[in-house]
C-alpha cells in the first residue's frame, strides 16, 4: 500500500463516521485531517513512500502542535485518543 492510499483510508474513514460522529468525534477528524494531508505531502516531497513514514509524520505534527499550545490538555487527550482509534481501525482493516 502507498501513501496516497493510506491517506485515503484514513479520511475514508474520518468522513464515514460524519453522521453519527459526536462534536468530539467531528472536532478530533476535522483537525487529524490537515495533519494528514500535511504529512502525507511532506513524505511525497521529501521521497519517503512508506505508511510507517506518514504515522510518524503525523505523530511529529501532532506533537509541535501540542507544543505550540495549538490544544488545551482534554482537545490533545481527545485528538490523540482519535489518531491512535484511526490508526487501528485502518490497519485491521489492511490486514483483513
Known amino acids: 500500500m502507498n501513501i496516497f492510499e493510506f ?3 484514513l479520511l475514508a474513514n474520518i468522513d464515514d463516521n460524519i453522521a453519527t460522529a459526536t ?13 494528514i494531508t500535511l504529512s502525507v505531502a ?4 521529501d521521497g519517503r ?3 510507517r513514514d506518514v504515522k510518524s509524520r503525523v505523530n511529529t505534527s501532532l506533537n509541535q502542535a501540542i507544543l505550540n499550545g495549538e490544544l488545551n490538555e482534554q482537545d490533545q487527550v481527545l485528538v490523540e485518543s482519535f489518531w491512535a482509534e ?3 481501525k485502518v490497519e ?3 490486514t483483513a
Open 7 to 9: 491517506e485515503q483510508l
Open 92 to 94: 485491521q482493516a489492511i
Open 49 to 51: 513512500n512508506h505508511v
Open 86 to 88: 484511526l490508526i487501528d
Open 42 to 45: 511532506q513524505c511525497e516531497i
Open 23 to 35: 462534536d468530539d468525534q467531528l472536532f478530533a477528524g476535522g483537525y487529524l485531517r490537515g495533519h
